[in-house]
T-cell receptor, first 112, second 111 residues
Framework: EPEVTQTPSHQVTQMGQEVILRCVPI?????FYWYRQILGQKVEFLVS????????KSEIFDDQFSVERPDGSNFTLKIRSTKLEDSAMYFC??????????FGPGTRLTVT | SQQGEEDPQALSIQEGENATMNCSYK?????LQWYRQNSGRGLVHLIL?????REKHSGRLRVTLDTSKKSSSLLITASRAADTASYFC???????????FGDGTTLTVKP
């Protein structure tokens, strides 16, 4: 069964460094999303992406964040200058023509 | 006020018993999905119910949706120790829109 994949599974970075989290959505899907989950808290929406542009973003998704679909298969989330409070699990999701939104296994980002 | 609030926050049952989790939401929705998350792991899609549906079944799972009460329930029948996980409901206002998650119910099934 097709699935969303994410790399790396765990990323440790120092405060102020840039990180890129990578996702490979399900191949025929058109809608892409990033969410995050701070440890012990609920899953929060960051951004949605369709037709090569951002369709919606939350207040969390400030100028430090950007998304890109560089090659038609990958979907990336970049954090330009990481802060301690960016430590969280980051989930990518994708959706095709059906209603279901499928999530990847997540990347655990630890900012030290 | 929050969209997608689950109750109870925690539920502990014996293997073989049924587990019922509830989700309430505030605004109108296009669909509602239930997800499962094992500790520290990813979100596994369980079942989706659209706003014009009232009940859906998938294996041991039964989901109901009452749009007049803005609530949904997830029933897991004949629970197993392997069902131990957190369960989240997530609502979407449009088909392609963002998902808004609740706080989740932590289910513990004792063998």
């Amino acid at each position: 069964e097709p699935e969303v994949t994410q790399t790396p599974s765990h990323q440790v970075t120092q405060m102020g460094q840039e990180v890129i989290l990578r996702c490979v959505p399900i191949s025929n899907h058109l809608y892409f999303y990033w969410y995050r989950q701070i440890l012990g808290q609920k899953v929060e929406f960051l951004v949605s992406f369709y037709n090569n542009e951002i369709s919606e973003k939350s207040e969390i998704f400030d100028d430090q964040f950007s998304v890109e679909r560089p090659d038609g298969s990958n979907f990336t989330l970049k954090i330009r200058s990481t802060k301690l409070e960016d430590s969280a699990m980051y989930f990518c999701a994708s959706k095709g023509t059906t209603y279901e939104q499928y999530f990847g296994p997540g990347t655990r980002l630890t900012v030290t | 006020s929050q969209q997608g609030e689950e109750d109870p926050q925690a539920l502990s049952i014996q293997e073989g018993e049924n587990a019922t989790m509830n989700c309430s939401y505030k605004t109108s929705i296009n669909n509602l999905q239930w997800y499962r998350q094992n500790s520290g792991r990813g979100l596994v899609h369980l079942i989706l119910i659209r706003s014009n549906e009232r009940e859906k079944h998938s294996g041991r799972l039964r989901v109901t949706l009452d749009t007049s009460k803005k609530s949904s329930s997830l029933l897991i029948t004949a629970s197993r120790a392997a069902d131990t996980a957190s369960y989240f409901c997530a609502t979407r206002g449009t088909n392609a829109g963002k998902s808004t998650f609740g706080d989740g119910t932590t289910l513990t099934v004792k063998p």
